[in-house]
């Protein structure tokens, strides 16, 4: 493309600024090639000729479109140079706050200053296995990008960070790490990535300090190895450290600290463990105090020495060697502080003995004090032939003594460096490491020393390998897409490398300087200009002497010689180390011997891991190495060892010299953009193809420029080649890739122009017809208009005309009908005053009788109440004397007594008679008047209805009399004057009743006052309690008004109860997987050959579920329980004290009842024993059988009754132990009790049932005997036989025997009088307890104020209430658990009836078969059964447990039950408990819950990642529940029952614990079943919500010209498949289909489909905010409709009210705010009110990423972000920007009672359950 082309009117170019480094303009006029003269516009709209030359000013930059600024990645700029790089990343970092943008396969990082929410670890969640590109850029990415290679290419990676001082470099790796310890986490419980992490705030203690750039700068290199076993967790780590800035420990420059270590000491020097130390502030020690400024603003060093110590701890460094650690840094404090005295020569110094510090130094590392005096002011000398001792002068003394300081830091950081690396290293075998390397970047100040020389050195090695590496990448991305190659010339720095280390260089020239006995800085200077005078890379400066500068990569650094030999020798003298040799204590000894084989921490490692730099050798040694050279070896070593890893590089840029946030200084940031080589990997991008498109992409943004036969056409690779090669002319511009299309720099932007051209020429088209069409539209309106005008005019006229011709017909009616109307009125008039006449006349007279029959009525009243009047003032007269009377004689008798009465009024005994009965009488007062009261209002209502009526009446008759006068007619007349003789007869009668009323409402009246006298006393009391009752009220008015708050609260708290209690279930299910996973490997690991037996007794319950099994087979004693629950106290056994008094009270009547019924069956035995023990004459052969027979029931009976007994004591020993738990709580004790109430009432009845039949049958006996007898006589006598004396003494013994059967009745009957009579003392006695109780309460209240007396008689009665209240509770509890006891029992004898009807049959058949004689004694006593039905019960043997468990839950598969009913193993294993309940066996029901329990475990421990499965399981589990809960006999639970299920309840164990068993289970197998779907789903979500193309042709036209990694790519195809919306919502109702065939509850599968719509708004509504290129108009579209899709798939399966679709409401609001308007304050304004739910910062960050999708659209201003945020201030959003992935919510397992009857299933034979027996 030519010049003329590209720079013409309207282009936008850069130009050159000094403050703003670039600045931008428009070009005004087209520049011809040849000008001299470029005609600009400036941003202010400033006029500008910008000269052009051919080399001295060449043509500006050209700038790029605006919707190809603030891409995520600098190289898919179209144009690439300095100052697109530059506004790219200052648009991105002041407009959209985004601190991370890619150049290539470098991270750029800009220092924000501030704290950002973006490293959670819900983004580190998000950023997991995503692609490089696919997200904005983060360090994450890197990092996941860096764990990704070294998975699928098994080789070792390492992640550079570099940049200057404070510009975050430590956080930046700091953040890695925390990457790769969260992705990365040890397979085992060692925690070794806490170890990792805990590393850092130790290094930044001894190795980071405050400089003038930053308050956190690391003072030293360091390269992180973090290993990786072979199924990539950590196991190990490994640090090498590099340049420690020794120089720091002795002197800090203005401002600045030393290392935080000494401050952070410094700060807990009160402490009682650092008292030994004699610290003080850091203001009163030289090496702390140099700065002038020992405080960060915002930082607590004591805090962060406890971090410190903390992570010392974690790590493993005992308590003993923190202590020395401490006392060596105290030590160098106090060295500093030692003063120096000069002596008088000059030549020599001396120490004073009394130096406080020195003696705090030697004593905290345990050196001798003279001799450390001694040599810190003398050196020793040596010579071939002797040894000398030299005194130092006082400087030289301090430069010793700094030196020895620096010395023993350098070594206590070596020390810690490597105790680190032996906390962090592994046994195990290393498979791969990830690098994590934070050096220092390129460095030039005023004045540049050794140590920058070292940095720069360091940088220009790393530029070298970045520069390869990048031009690698370049030439293997050329290869993979089979473009050919051609070479880049790129910056080569091996020449400056060479001066600096290879022979005869700068470092060479120096440690050749410093062997030189009397070698100098000068002269070192002088042979470097003379060896390197003619190099490129070095020069002299003018002006200096003593300084050189050497050309670097980044720029020109003048290096100042003065301290580079002291520097580099880095000299100790060997008497002091010699001293600290020696020291007492171990580990300050340890820190000076010199090793001389330095093994690697890693040996065993796979890639030879060697330490950063040797230690130091001797200082005695003649060939000691120099700083310089160990820096070298150290350097050499990290570039090799990078070499042999993937690099990835992330580059810290610093924007400001201010620390402030959010602030870019364009000058400080080019320069380092130059500096860290990011301008140079652009330039080598430019120099070859750096934009590059997919084929689809491409045709999805060109297509409008192209032929429609292109569009049309298949091969859309052919159609871009056609379109290509038709609008670029030059073919060089592109090239054709594999899958790529490459272009040159500007072609991106030419395209661009030409598709905007399109666009242009096509609108102006449109307009042009619309504007048309517009006009042909107005010029038919405007003629139509016309013709309706003159339409309207003519009409008007023929109107106009019509009207006057009804308007003179209209006046010839109105004539007509006016003279009719005035003849008419006349006559009306006159009729009218006729009739006026008329009846004033009539009236007139009707009202003359009414007056006198007023006047009448009058006088009646007036003397009526004259009388009334004299006999009342004569009563009241005669009641005032007598009234006086009274008086007069009871003042004196209460004179008399008064006197009395003071004597006795002293004694509280009085007082209290005088108020006995007082508040009985007033609450009898108080009642009696409430009676009148409501009486008096019932008579007035009386009163006052019959007025009312009487009234109405009289109204009506005065009526009908004017009526009838009005006819004149004497007939009627007279009789309404009879009428109205009655009618003032009932008024009579009324008035009299009104009398009456009247006197009693008066006699009531006077009651009233009466009473009021009385209670006068009381109406302050009663105005105090309506004060309290106000109050009272208006608390409760108060607590009304929150109740709705405290009920949101505590659903709230309830919620996340139940979130906590289902995390820690789903912990314990993570910890039991982890032990199950431990117990595998021990056994593997200990298995032996052989058979082993586990104990039999051990019952598998204990071992697995650790819940006891119930048990209620042992015989225990209520006393004993009792004492039991005593010993282990009150507050133990029950949480309320008044529950626990009447537990015990309840116990001891229970034992009572049981003594006295153990008391009746003892006689009933013995009265049986007796009648056996009697001898008895021989009957006859039928006889001898009854009484056989009869001994035989007998004995049943007796039996059966031993039997109750038993169930009574079982059921003492369970009450007595449920008694004794602690844990249990007061509604449970309550249910407990009830339950044993009821179950000894039934026990009590069937004993009395079954002595009634042992008395019946005895009675028959009798009775058969005596009828025998009698006719036995009565043949005698008829044959006239004697009598014989057997027979007579048989009849006698009959006659004993009922009058024995007599007696015992009798007394059982005395008995039975007796237990009432005492009932009754009892009752006599409590009465009197009662009464004795409320004479204390009456005495006690009558001693009290009055106030205090109503305040007390409320407080009693409101207890009596409540007690009243709850006994009635309890009794009504009581009957009705006796009523369902009583219907139990009375369907059990009707069953008994029938089955007795049916013996008696039998036996009467049997009794005619075998011709007896006696069917009536027969027909009671037969004890023949019927077979009973099929219960819904399932027998199994105890040794066919296990095949039951292995069928039909090991074996087991969803689709062999697929046909029959849903749930039928829980069904099965249901039955089976009934039958193990119904036998009583405790063992066999607990046994086979744990075996199912456990089974299920496994079960899903192997299908762990089968989503059928898991939902069968979960489907059965809470199927199993919900039958233990409808079949626990509970109430709750049977209120949807049918008869019949009720009758299949469980009858002797309470499986209540085992439920909670369950529910657990169910909870953490629908945990595990969340699990699998979202991991099912969630590759799915982010291609079908928001890349795929639910509507079509909105997608792919932005343009995506960015470029992936190749490496970051999992294929080479088009990468990872792609999922479609319908896809999504098929697996969804995959989910929900084979929920509902396995007969999950609805409300479960609702609650299943709400979590997983809330991780697809989760993951999407993440990825939104991490991806810039899904922030546009046309994804909202398309996300608003794929959500609306969810919501009517939702519909359409009856799961809108699972709440499933307000989950998806922040993404519905993130769609809208995509597509809503973005430019006024009513746009602000709806926006806030729109955006609910989503948090302030979210809604700030899709405003930020939001993208045009074309040059028409606008971009949204930072003014209306502002804007936004100003509003939304007042929200209290939580930090987080990214919504919680695993955020679950508590599931609630409704209760659902199944239909199903037992009964009636069907067990089918494919599940070989053969060995079940239908019960």
């Given at each position: ?805 009804r308007l003179t017909r209209a006046a010839l009616v109105c004539q007509k009908q006016y003279r009719m109307v005035q003849t008419r009125r006349a006559y009306l008039r006159v009729r009218q005053a006729v009739i006026t006449i008329q009846a004033f006349t009539r009236g007139m007279f009707t009202r003359r009788i009414y007056q006198e029959f007023l006047l009448h009525h009058k006088a009646m009243i007036i003397q009526r109440s004259v009388r009334g009047w004299l006999q009342r003032r004569k009563f009241r007269r005669a009641r005032d004397a007598a009234v006086t009377i009274q008086c007069a004689y009871r003042r004196l008798r209460a004179k008399r007594q008064l006197k009395q009465l003071k004597i006795e009024a002293r004694s509280a005994e009085h007082l209290k008679k005088l108020n006995t009965g007082m508040e009985n009488k007033i609450v009898q007062l108080q009642r009696k008047m409430d009676d009148q009261s409501k009486e008096l209002r019932h008579q ?876």
């Amino acid at each position: 493309m030519s010049v003329n082309e590209l720079y013409t009117k309207f282009t936008r170019v850069w130009i050159p600024d000094p403050e703003d480094v670039w600045k931008a303009a428009e070009i005004t006029r087209d520049y011809k090639e040849g000008e001299s003269v470029l005609h600009l516009k400036l941003e202010d709209e400033t006029p500008l000729e910008y000269p052009v030359g051919q080399k001295s000013n060449p043509l500006p930059f050209l700038r790029n479109p605006d919707i190809l600024v603030g891409e995520n990645d600098l190289t898919a700029l179209s144009y690439l140079h300095e100052p697109a790089v530059l506004h790219n990343l200052r648009v991105r970092f002041l407009e959209s706050n985004n601190i991370y943008t890619y150049c290539g396969i470098v991270l750029v990082a800009i220092n924000p200053y501030e704290q950002l929410q973006i490293y959670g670890e819900e983004v580190i969640n998000a950023y997991t296995g995503q692609n490089m590109g696919d997200m904005d850029p983060h360090i994450f990415a890197v990092a996941e990008e860096a764990y990704k290679q070294m998975a699928r290419d098994e080789r070792n990676q390492s992640i550079i960070v570099s940049g200057e001082s404070g510009a975050g470099k430590t956080v930046s790796a700091k953040y890695a790490m925390r990457f790769f310890a969260t992705v990365g986490g040890s397979a085992n419980d060692t925690n070794v990535e806490e170890k990792v992490l805990a590393s850092s705030p130790i290094m930044e203690a001894i190795g980071n300090a405050k400089t003038t750039r930053n308050d956190n700068s690391s003072r030293f290199g360091k390269y992180i190895q973090i290993v990786f076993s072979r199924h990539y967790h950590i196991i190990g780590a490994n640090m090498r450290t590099y340049l420690l800035e020794k120089s720091r420990v002795v002197f800090q420059a203005e401002d600045e600290r030393n290392y935080h270590i000494f401050y952070q000491l410094c700060a807990s020097s009160t402490l009682p463990e650092f008292n030994d130390l004699s610290l003080t502030s850091a203001e009163d020690f030289t090496y702390t105090s140099l700065g002038e400024n020992i405080f960060i603003e915002g930082v607590n060093d004591a805090e962060d020495f406890q971090k410190t110590r903390e992570a010392f701890t974690l790590l493993g460094i005992k308590d003993s060697s923190q202590s020395s650690i401490f006392k060596v840094i105290a030590s160098i404090l106090h060295l500093g502080n030692v003063q120096i005295c000069s002596e008088r020569d000059g030549e020599s110094c001396r120490i004073s003995r009394d130096d406080l510090h020195l003696k705090h130094f030697c004593r905290l590392l345990g050196v001798e004090l003279q001799q450390m005096e001694h040599w810190l002011c003398h050196r020793k000398l040596v010579t071939a032939s002797e040894t000398y001792v030299k005194n130092m002068s006082s400087k030289q003394a301090a430069n010793a003594r700094d030196a020895l300081a620096k010395h023993i830091y350098a070594r206590m950081f070596d020390w810690i460096v490597e105790h680190i690396n032996k906390s962090l290293q592994t046994s195990s075998k290393q498979h791969s490491f990830i690098g994590v390397l934070d050096i220092y970047g390129f460095e030039t100040f005023e004045v540049n020393s050794f140590e920058q020389f070292c940095i720069n050195y360091a940088n220009e090695k790393l530029q070298q390998q970045f520069n390869s590496h990048v031009f690698k990448l370049e030439q293997e991305e050329y290869m993979k897409e089979q473009i050919p190659w051609t070479l880049i010339d790129f910056y080569d720095n091996q020449p400056c490398i060479d001066l600096i280390e290879a022979r005869l260089g700068i470092l060479d020239l120096l440690d050749e300087e410093c062997k030189v006995p009397k070698g100098t800085d000068q002269n070192w200077a002088q042979k470097l200009y003379k060896q390197h005078s003619s190099s490129v890379h070095f020069q002299k400066p003018r002006m200096s002497n003593i300084s050189f500068i050497i050309n670097h990569f980044a720029d020109k650094v003048e290096y100042h010689c003065e301290g580079f030999l002291e520097k580099n020798r880095d000299t100790v003298y060997e008497e002091q180390i010699n001293i600290l040799k020696a020291s007492q204590f171990q580990l300050v000894a340890d820190l000076f011997h010199e090793k001389d084989d330095v093994t690697s921490s890693s040996k065993t490692s796979r890639v030879n891991v060697r330490p950063a730099k040797s230690l130091p050798k001797a200082p005695n040694k003649e060939h000691r190495k120099t700083v310089g050279l160990q820096f070298r070896s150290s350097l050499h070593l990290l570039m090799e060892t990078l070499n042999a890893t993937t690099p990835h590089y992330v580059r810290c840029i610093k924007p400001n010299d201010l620390k402030e946030a959010f602030s870019f200084d364009s000058s400080r940031a080019v320069q380092q953009l130059r500096a860290c080589g990011v301008l140079e990997t652009i330039r080598i991008s430019a120099a070859g193809y750096p934009s590059r498109w997919t084929y689809p992409d491409f045709f999805s943004r060109y297509r409008v420029l192209m032929k429609k036969s292109d569009i049309t056409s298949a091969d859309k690779k052919l159609a871009c080649k056609n379109l290509l090669e038709t609008l670029v002319k030059d073919s060089d511009m592109f090239q054709f890739g594999k899958t790529k299309i490459f272009f040159r720099a500007g072609q991106v932007a030419y395209l661009e122009k030409l598709r905007a051209d399109k666009f242009r020429a096509a609108c102006i088209k449109i307009q042009k017809t619309v504007r048309g069409w517009l006009q042909r539209v107005r010029y038919r309106k405007i003629r139509k208009s016309a013709v309706t005008l003159q339409r309207y005019g003519r009409g008007y006229l023929a109107r106009r005309f019509a009207e006057q011709l009804r308007l003179t017909r209209a006046a010839l009616v109105c004539q007509k009908q006016y003279r009719m109307v005035q003849t008419r009125r006349a006559y009306l008039r006159v009729r009218q005053a006729v009739i006026t006449i008329q009846a004033f006349t009539r009236g007139m007279f009707t009202r003359r009788i009414y007056q006198e029959f007023l006047l009448h009525h009058k006088a009646m009243i007036i003397q009526r109440s004259v009388r009334g009047w004299l006999q009342r003032r004569k009563f009241r007269r005669a009641r005032d004397a007598a009234v006086t009377i009274q008086c007069a004689y009871r003042r004196l008798r209460a004179k008399r007594q008064l006197k009395q009465l003071k004597i006795e009024a002293r004694s509280a005994e009085h007082l209290k008679k005088l108020n006995t009965g007082m508040e009985n009488k007033i609450v009898q007062l108080q009642r009696k008047m409430d009676d009148q009261s409501k009486e008096l209002r019932h008579q007035n209502e009386q009163l006052v209805v019959t007025n009312s009526s009487l009234g109405s009446e009289v109204t009506k008759l005065q009526k009908q009399l004017e009526h009838l006068r009005s006819r004149r007619d004497e007939g009627q007349l007279t009789s309404l004057q009879d009428e109205l003789q009655t009618a003032r007869e009932e008024l009579r009668e009324a008035k009299k009743l009104q009398e009456e009323h009247g006197s009693e409402k008066l006699r009531l009246q006077q009651r009233v006052e009466e009473l009021e006298r009385e209670n006068c006393l009381l109406k302050s009391e009663k105005e105090d309690m309506n004060q309290k009752l106000l109050q009272h009220s208006k608390s409760v008015e108060e607590d009304d008004s929150s109740v709705s708050q405290r009920e949101v609260s505590l659903q709230s708290e309830l919620d996340a109860e139940r979130q906590r209690y289902q995390n820690l279930l789903k912990e314990f299910s993570r910890l039991e997987q982890r032990y199950d996973n431990l117990k595998e490997e021990v056994s593997l690991s200990k298995f032996h050959p052989g058979h082993r037996r586990n104990p039999s007794n051990q019952s598998s319950l204990e071992s697995d579920s650790n819940y006891p099994s119930i048990s209620t087979s042992e015989v225990g004693d209520t006393e004993d329980s009792i004492q039991l629950v005593e010993e282990m106290g009150v507050e133990k056994a029950a949480m309320d004290i008044s529950l626990f008094m009447k537990l015990q009270k309840r116990v001891r009547e229970l034992e009572q009842e049981r003594k006295r019924l153990q008391a009746n069956v003892d006689k009933m035995e013995e009265l049986a024993k007796r009648r056996d023990s009697e001898v008895k004459s021989p009957t006859s052969e039928q006889e001898t059988a009854d009484l056989a027979y009869n001994s035989l029931k007998r004995q049943e009976l007796e039996s059966e009754n031993k039997k109750l007994k038993n169930d009574l004591n079982e059921l003492r020993k369970t009450v007595a132990e449920r008694v004794s738990q602690n844990s249990s709580s007061s509604n449970e004790q309550q249910d407990g009790y009830n339950v044993l109430l009821s179950q000894l009432k039934s026990a009590s009845e069937e004993l009395e049932a079954r002595k009634e039949e042992v008395l019946i049958l005895r009675t028959q006996i009798v009775s058969a005997a005596q009828r025998q007898d009698k006719n036995d006589h009565i043949d005698e006598n008829n044959s006239k036989e004697p009598i014989d004396e057997e027979e007579a003494l048989k009849a006698y013994h009959g006659l004993c025997e009922s009058k024995k059967l007599l007696e015992a009745q009798l007394q059982s009957q005395s008995r039975q009088h007796k237990d009432e009579l005492e009932a009754l003392h009892t009752q006599i006695e409590l009465l009197k307890d009662d009464i004795e109780k409320k004479q204390e309460i009456l005495n006690y209240t009558m001693s009290l104020s009055p106030e205090a007396q109503v305040e007390y008689s409320v407080q009693q009665e409101i207890t009596r209430l409540t007690n009243d209240n709850l006994d009635l509770k309890e009794l009504v509890e009581k009957l009705e658990k006796n009523e369902r006891k009583l219907k139990k029992q009375l369907r059990i004898y009707m069953k008994k009836v029938q089955e007795l009807e049916v013996s008696q049959a039998a036996a009467a058949a049997a009794a005619s078969q075998t011709g007896r004689s006696n069917p009536e004694l027969s027909r009671q006593v037969t004890v023949q059964r019927k077979e009973k039905d099929f219960e819904g019960m399932l027998e199994y043997s105890k040794e066919d447990e296990g095949l039951l468990v292995k069928s039909l839950i090991a074996d087991i598969r969803p689709n062999t039950v697929s046909a029959t009913v849903p749930c039928l193993p829980a069904y099965i294993l249901f039955m089976c408990i009934r039958h193990a309940d119904y036998i009583n066996d405790d063992q066999k029901v607990a046994s086979l819950l744990t075996s199912t329990i456990n089974a299920i475990k496994k079960v899903l421990k192997k299908n762990n990642d089968d989503f059928e499965m898991t939902s069968f399981w979960l489907a059965n589990t809470s199927r199993l529940l919900h039958c233990l809960k409808q079949y626990s006999g509970d109430e709750v639970f049977m209120t949807q029952n049918t008869t019949k299920q009720n009758e299949h309840c469980l009858k002797n164990f309470d499986l209540a614990e085992y439920r909670q068993v369950l529910s657990d289970l169910s909870i953490q197998i629908y945990q595990q079943l969340i699990k699998v779907a979202e991991s099912i789903i969630q590759p799915m979500i982010v291609s079908a919500m928001l890349e795929s193309e639910s509507i079509p042709s909105l997608a792919g036209v932005k343009p995506m010209g960015y470029r992936n990694r190749s490496s970051s790519m999992d294929n080479d195809g088009s990468g990872p498949s792609s999922y479609t919306l319908e896809a999504l919502i098929r697996q969804l109702g995959q989910f929900h289909a084979v929920m509902r065939d396995h007969g999950l509850d609805p409300e479960i599968v609702g609650q299943v489909v709400r979590q997983l719509f809330n991780c697809i708004n989760a993951v999407t509504l993440n990825n939104l905010l991490l991806r810039k290129d899904v922030c546009s108009w046309s994804t909202g579209m398309q996300l608003r409709y794929n959500t609306s899709q969810m919501e009517e798939w939702l519909r359409g399966n009856n799961l809108y009210q699972s709440k499933a679709a307000a989950t998806l409401e922040p993404i519905i609001q993130a769609a809208q705010l995509l597509q809503v308007k973005k430019k006024t304050t009513q746009d602000a304004e709806a926006i806030c009110s729109l955006c609910s739910s989503l948090t302030t910062q979210q809604i700030v960050k899709i405003l930020n990423l939001y993208t045009p999708l074309n040059e028409f659209e606008e971009r949204v201003t930072v003014s209306f972000i502002r804007n936004i945020q100003n509003r939304l201030q007042e929200r209290n959003d939580p930090p987080q920007l990214l919504l919680d992935t695993k955020q679950t919510f508590p599931v609630l397992f409704p209760y659902t009672p199944s239909a199903l009857s037992l009964e009636t299933l069907h067990i089918p034979a494919s599940l070989n359950l053969d060995f079940l027996i239908r019960v």
